[in-house]
T-cell receptor, first 115, second 113 residues
Framework: GAVVSQHPSRVICKSGTSVKIECRSL??????MFWYRQFPKQSLMLMAT?????????EQGVEKDKFLINHASLTLSTLTVTSAHPEDSSFYIC???????????FGPGTRLLVL | DQQVKQNSPSLSVQEGRISILNCDYTNSMFDYFLWYKKYPAEGPTFLISISSIKDKNEDGRFTVFLNKSAKHLSLHIVPSQPGDSAVYFCAASSSYNTDKLIFGTGTRLQVFP
């Protein structure tokens, strides 16, 4: 099956610092990668969609300057939370697909805690 | 505004019996529905899907039923096994944006011996 990894699995940082989360497709080329956020007892919410080599498409209400997404290759996408604040503390999870309308394969997620 | 709702946060079923997980949606534009299964410390994995042109899709022990008029779908697992214990997410998408999945909040299924 298709495997997607995320790194780190857990990160604690101070308010005001930036945090980078990596999402990798290990055994397939991911044309499209997605970034989701999940707050406690809430559903996974799509933040942005990124296609390799082009700018990410952000969902309404998601600040593109705060959540920087880079999809530089067909196997790697990164999400950088800039100037993190305690309200950014959440579970961030990525998914990858081989193309449009293809099944999304999810990573294990990254738990971010901003102090 | 929660467009996909899973009103039961948890469900407990005896091994061998049927598990029924429910999901309701509000957006009539949704025409494709998926169920994902999630174990602790792992990402959700795709389980089964159904298109709005069907009302039933079956894959082994898993069957998904869709009632478009009621905007309701359900996942049946029979017979339930302890390894089915996980969190199950319902998700929906529409043909104008097939890649955008709208998730429910999940139902934690516990199958006991």
């Amino acid at each position: 099956g298709a495997v997607v990894s995320q790194h780190p699995s857990r990160v604690i940082c101070k308010s005001g610092t930036s945090v980078k989360i990596e999402c990798r497709s290990l055994d397939f080329q991911a044309t499209t990668m997605f970034w989701y956020r999940q707050f406690p007892k809430q559903s996974l919410m799509l933040m942005a969609t990124s296609n390799e080599g082009s700018k990410a498409t952000y969902e309404q209400g998601v600040e593109k300057d705060k959540f920087l997404i880079n999809h530089a290759s067909l196997t790697l996408s990164t999400l950088t939370v800039t100037s993190a604040h305690p309200e950014d503390s959440s579970f961030y999870i990525c998914s990858a697909s081989k193309g449009k309308q293809e099944t999304q394969y999810f990573g294990p997620g990254t738990r971010l805690l901003v102090l | 505004d929660q467009q996909v709702k899973q009103n039961s946060p948890s469900l407990s079923v005896q091994e061998g019996r049927i598990s029924i997980l429910n999901c309701d949606y509000t957006n009539s534009m949704f025409d494709y529905f998926l169920w994902y299964k999630k174990y602790p410390a792992e990402g959700p994995t795709f389980l089964i899907s159904i298109s709005s042109i069907k009302d039933k899709n079956e894959d082994g022990r898993f069957t998904v039923f869709l009632n478009k008029s009621a905007k309701h779908l359900s996942l049946h697992i029979v017979p339930s096994q302890p390894g089915d214990s996980a969190v199950y997410f319902c998700a929906a998408s529409s043909s104008y944006n097939t890649d955008k999945l709208i998730f429910g909040t999940g139902t934690r299924l516990q199958v006991f011996p």
